[in-house]
């Protein structure tokens, strides 16, 4: 299977549960500054994935999937045995997909696109921190009382895309100092090797 991914964006989380379950993949960069996008290849993206954006997944049949949180479902479902996810049709399940469509539609889109996008203005800006820092407050309190993952004591693909989604509070001027559990959680995550691994693998900077 090939993970059409770019550099410090989304495609980190599936990449990272392909990691954790022990799931090769081969890497094809995106160019995502160019219009239209191009991948290391000189292949027109639009081919891939027509809504233009990292990831995609093409499979060994030669279709593609896309979205984030439906890849990495598919891909821990491949390997059921990381506890990456739980089992179709639990509500351990449906837990899980309840937080990736929190982080999908409450933190991926609120950071992006407002926060990279600077001709959106400081006003629209302001307003996402703080609608993005209301719903880091849910997670912290949810992280200190259940945690230390989003789903207990085993890590899942929901907290892959949480990691990749928070990672980029640096860079969009996301305040974390409120937000204790959230930072030590940041920092486990970060430690784990596949995680570190994949980061590596896409040109990313890891914690020493």
Known sequence: MKLYYATGTCSLSPHIVAKEAGIGLELERVDLRKTPHVTERGVDYTSVNPNHYVPALEL???????EGAAISQYLADLKPESGLAPAAGTVERT??????????????????PWLFHPEYGTQA???????????????????????PFLLGETFTAADAYLFTIVGWSPYTKV????????????????????????MQAEGMRVAA
């Open 175 to 198: 305040d974390l100092a409120p937000f204790p559990v959230i930072r030590a959680f940041m920092a486990r995550v970060g430690a784990r090797p596949a995680v570190q691994a994949a």
């Open 95 to 112: 837990r899980l997909q309840s937080w990736l469509n929190f982080i999908a539609s409450e933190l991926h889109k609120m950071y992006s």
């Open 125 to 147: 800006q302001d307003v996402a921190r703080t609608k993005i820092a209301e719903r880091l407050a849910t997670v912290e309190r949810h992280l200190a009382e259940r945690g």
């Open 60 to 66: 060994d049949d030669g279709s593609v999937l896309t």
